[in-house]
């Protein structure tokens, strides 16, 4: 692959994602604009302006994600899609997500001031809910549209204070009467995302070509002790808490054993008294790992180590299955296309995989896709500090817009 020599503006990108990120701006200079709350409805009537002064036109499905389509010259042919999502965390960054809308945006309007035409259409997709901050579970737009939840179950989600989702997308004025699940008929995918790791910033490489997501695997612990006195003998307890600990730090050894992920994120005890000894603990696990066999023996050494703390520290320990999510690799074809973009730019990159739920994790179950990482400072993200540089952005952006426009197909002139 040559470079296209398409005249994307990085300064003009970097422009837009500071005038977004003054949408729901916070004092410490993150962003704060949770899905279907005003803020977000304010973001997509921005992008939705500036896609349409760049010749796009909109769709919005049932459950609000944006459609914002470039014709090419055959219509009948299968579109090019760039996605990503707008909303953020409470108190999130300037560019997760937002980075790859954008960058979408920036590719569309560099193809209309050029009057490139295209052979297939060429679609940016602002997905509802990638975050899952206010209603869950995450990646609820992407995941309707690839047929993995059920449209209603969605639209009844309530958030904390019991708003339901369904009611505040219409109260925003953002729920469409499109068929979210015609989007599976896309003939590829491309998201542009910062790492959210340190891997490509320690190691000065401005580009990461993913090439798979790690599958996973979630479960629900229970560790039942008994009840005692803060006061009482040590020896005789049956402490659930300390038993807890030690498989905790299982989890860890288990992970790094195997070259696997694992995370201990949420923890509850009983009876939460200063002064009593803990009869019961309940926290999640969630093991991650690029090779489905080393998940499954991952798993296999958790109960085996849970059954031994059991015996010893004389408790029980129940291992149960919440949710597991497959090794979901991404289309070769389109992987080798942004590494023919990368080495037209001159651009040194890192084949890796994603260990995070991206929309195009789920997209991928249905269509052709591929993603694009960029660095982070410090791999921060989900946080105020969450910040990249110019020149990372502009990275994503020229190897985006030369595998999207090499995919799509350039018209010949007659």
């Given at each position: 692959?040559?470079?296209?020599?398409?005249?994307?503006?990085?300064?003009?990108?970097?422009?837009?994602?500071?005038?977004?990120?003054?949408?729901?701006?916070?004092?410490?200079?993150?962003?704060?604009?949770?899905?279907?709350?005003?803020?977000?409805?304010?973001?997509?009537?921005?992008?939705?302006?500036?896609?349409?002064?760049?010749?796009?036109?909109?769709?919005?499905?049932?459950v609000g994600?944006?459609?914002?389509?470039?014709?090419?010259?055959?219509?009948?042919?299968?579109?090019?899609?760039?996605?990503?999502?707008?909303?953020?965390?409470?108190?999130?960054?300037?560019?997760?997500?937002?980075?790859?809308?954008?960058?979408?945006?920036?590719?569309?309007?560099?193809?209309?001031?050029?009057?490139?035409?295209?052979?297939?259409?060429?679609?940016?997709?602002?997905?509802?809910?990638?975050?899952?901050?206010?209603?869950?579970?995450?990646?609820?737009?992407?995941?309707?549209?690839?047929?993995?939840?059920?449209?209603?179950?969605?639209?009844?989600?309530?958030?904390?204070?019991?708003?339901?989702?369904?009611?505040?997308?219409?109260?925003?004025?953002?729920?469409?009467?499109?068929?979210?699940?015609?989007?599976?008929s896309l003939g590829a995918y491309f998201e542009l995302h910062i790492e959210q790791g340190p891997l490509l910033e320690r190691a000065g490489i401005p580009v990461g070509i993913v090439d798979r997501a790690l599958a996973q695997a979630w479960f629900d612990v229970t560790v039942t002790g008994e009840e005692a006195h803060a006061g009482s003998a040590m020896p005789p307890r049956r402490d659930a808490l300390v038993a807890a600990a030690m498989l905790v730090q299982a989890v860890e050894e288990i992970a790094l054993a195997e070259g696997g992920r694992g995370t201990v994120g949420r923890l509850t005890l009983q009876p939460d008294s200063r002064n009593v000894v803990p009869s019961r603990v309940w926290f999640s696990v969630d093991l991650r790992h690029g090779d489905e066999a080393a998940l499954a023996r991952m798993g296999v050494a958790l109960r085996e180590r849970a059954a031994s703390l059991a015996a010893r520290r004389r408790v029980g320990i129940e291992v149960e299955d919440f949710w597991t999510f497959p090794l979901t690799p991404f289309a070769p074809a389109l992987v080798e296309a942004l590494e023919q973009a990368a080495r037209g730019r001159g651009l040194n990159y890192q084949v890796m995989p994603t260990g995070i739920g991206h929309d195009a994790v789920y997209v991928a179950r249905r269509v052709p896709t591929a993603m694009i990482f960029v660095p982070c400072e410090d791999g921060i993200s989900h946080n105020e500090a969450e910040n990249i540089t110019p020149a990372w952005a502009e990275a994503g952006l020229v190897v985006l817009a030369d595998a999207v426009l090499a995919t799509a197909g350039r018209a010949k002139t007659e």
């Amino acid at each position: 692959m040559t470079r296209t020599n398409l005249p994307v503006s990085g300064a003009r990108l970097w422009d837009s994602l500071m005038e977004m990120a003054r949408i729901g701006a916070t004092p410490k200079g993150g962003c704060n604009r949770q899905t279907l709350t005003e803020l977000d409805g304010a973001g997509r009537a921005l992008l939705r302006r500036w896609a349409e002064e760049a010749g796009c036109s909109l769709t919005v499905d049932r459950v609000g994600n944006m459609v914002l389509r470039r014709e090419g010259r055959d219509p009948s042919r299968p579109a090019v899609a760039i996605g990503s999502h707008l909303d953020t965390q409470p108190t999130g960054g300037k560019f997760d997500g937002v980075l790859g809308v954008l960058a979408g945006l920036e590719v569309l309007r560099a193809l209309h001031e050029s009057r490139i035409e295209t052979e297939a259409p060429i679609v940016l997709i602002n997905w509802t809910n990638e975050e899952g901050a206010r209603f869950s579970p995450p990646m609820m737009g992407s995941g309707v549209a690839m047929g993995l939840f059920e449209e209603a179950e969605v639209l009844a989600k309530q958030d904390p204070a019991g708003a339901v989702f369904g009611e505040e997308l219409r109260r925003i004025g953002w729920q469409g009467e499109a068929e979210p699940t015609a989007l599976q008929s896309l003939g590829a995918y491309f998201e542009l995302h910062i790492e959210q790791g340190p891997l490509l910033e320690r190691a000065g490489i401005p580009v990461g070509i993913v090439d798979r997501a790690l599958a996973q695997a979630w479960f629900d612990v229970t560790v039942t002790g008994e009840e005692a006195h803060a006061g009482s003998a040590m020896p005789p307890r049956r402490d659930a808490l300390v038993a807890a600990a030690m498989l905790v730090q299982a989890v860890e050894e288990i992970a790094l054993a195997e070259g696997g992920r694992g995370t201990v994120g949420r923890l509850t005890l009983q009876p939460d008294s200063r002064n009593v000894v803990p009869s019961r603990v309940w926290f999640s696990v969630d093991l991650r790992h690029g090779d489905e066999a080393a998940l499954a023996r991952m798993g296999v050494a958790l109960r085996e180590r849970a059954a031994s703390l059991a015996a010893r520290r004389r408790v029980g320990i129940e291992v149960e299955d919440f949710w597991t999510f497959p090794l979901t690799p991404f289309a070769p074809a389109l992987v080798e296309a942004l590494e023919q973009a990368a080495r037209g730019r001159g651009l040194n990159y890192q084949v890796m995989p994603t260990g995070i739920g991206h929309d195009a994790v789920y997209v991928a179950r249905r269509v052709p896709t591929a993603m694009i990482f960029v660095p982070c400072e410090d791999g921060i993200s989900h946080n105020e500090a969450e910040n990249i540089t110019p020149a990372w952005a502009e990275a994503g952006l020229v190897v985006l817009a030369d595998a999207v426009l090499a995919t799509a197909g350039r018209a010949k002139t007659e």
